[in-house]
């Protein structure tokens, strides 16, 4: 599924036809034998001009979603159109004109006529989603393309301001409380919380609060996964994880994070093989530098130098921000002998 456009004139406003790409592409997710791209990387093509064949080519796919976003006011249309990349044949299209309030069954609609379309099953879509406070859904979706940008205290602090918004406009929706709770952990995760017990505190009463409405949320039960991880609970986090994957086995983030999960438990080789499955679904993921030194961190437990020298340079090289994985790399050169290199990764000179 590719990023829908934002026709409305307005770039502020972008944030809204991401929101409805995000939500489309874990309803499609849900649906029986679908294996769908995952949003970090069809958000890549944002933006560009790619024909279906080319987007075949480069991922594997067979159908794409494409389609636009006009909103005015409380005014909406969605144009949709599913194109077969075998054929470049257009299976479907339809324009929908409704009111912000009717978005949640928009969505609904576009998914069932997808599934019509392919001839597949539909999955039941999840509960307890804010259906009759379009503010709040506004103040979510503002919040999800908050916690999407570089992680930074700022972005962090912006993305639970959006959530808390939306729970006090709607303080029964299991989407605002599962989003700000994961949003907290995710802060302490990377190490940019100033308020430590204080967020741990409010997580766990958020995903409490959630799981007690929604006991199946796949929100609620990945908010509590990456609480328990943020606590070094990885053990207990795993079987979140694969609650989450059992309603959306294409949920790259709750893959990932098992994987993870099993490398600090010790299950190297399969912590590995979670991280590639990962990379195999979202090739072009924001997290692709994590996978990546997940796996180098792996194999240099294993005493596996030139190996774990690979995925650490790759890592590096997808994102050199991260001073955790020049800290690893500079012990995979300092392993191979190679000192000047791993003096250089160590103070990070140029």
């Known amino acids: 599924m590719l990023p829908f456009a934002n026709l409305a004139g307005d770039p502020a406003q972008q944030y809204f036809a991401d929101g409805i790409t995000e939500d489309l592409t874990t309803d499609l997710s849900r649906l029986a034998d679908m294996l769908v791209i995952s949003r970090d990387t069809a958000f890549a093509y944002k933006g560009k001009s790619v024909n279906a064949k080319r987007i075949r080519s480069e991922l594997g796919v067979r159908y794409v979603l494409d389609g636009s976003v006009q909103r005015s006011g409380d005014q909406l249309r969605i144009n949709t159109q599913l194109i077969d990349t075998e054929t470049d044949a257009n299976l479907w299209a339809q324009q929908f004109d409704r009111n912000i309030a009717d978005l949640m069954a928009v969505q609904s609609e576009i998914t069932g006529r997808i599934a019509i379309a392919l001839n597949l099953k539909l999955i039941a879509s999840e509960a307890a989603r804010p259906t009759e406070h379009p503010d709040a859904l506004d103040h979510i979706f503002r919040g999800r393309a908050a916690i999407y940008r570089p992680a930074s205290r700022q972005n962090f602090a912006a993305a639970i301001a959006e959530y808390q918004q939306a729970l006090a406009l709607d303080p029964h929706s299991v989407e605002a409380m599962s989003r700000l709770a ?161 003096a250089t990764e160590t103070c990070g000179c140029p």
């Open 182 to 342: 994961a949003a907290l952990s995710s802060r302490l995760l990377d190490n940019m919380s100033g308020a430590i017990d204080a967020d741990i505190e409010q997580a766990n009463h958020l995903v409490e609060q959630a799981l007690a409405a929604a006991p199946e949320s796949p929100l609620a039960h990945f908010a509590k996964a990456q609480l328990l991880r943020a606590q070094h609970r990885c053990k207990a986090a795993i079987p979140e994880y694969e609650t989450v994957l059992a309603a959306n086995r294409n949920v790259v983030a709750a893959i990932g994070n098992i994987g993870r999960c099993k490398i600090y438990l010790g299950l190297l080789d399969d912590g590995v093989a979670l991280e590639e499955q990962a990379i195999r679904l979202s090739p072009r993921d924001a997290f692709l530098s994590i996978w990546y030194f997940r796996i180098g961190q792996a194999r240099l437990l294993q005493a596996r130098v030139d190996e774990a020298n690979g995925w650490l340079e790759k890592a590096n090289n997808e994102n050199s921000a991260y001073s955790f994985v020049r800290a690893w790399l500079a012990a995979a050169y300092g392993l191979k002998g190679d000192l000047p290199r791993a």
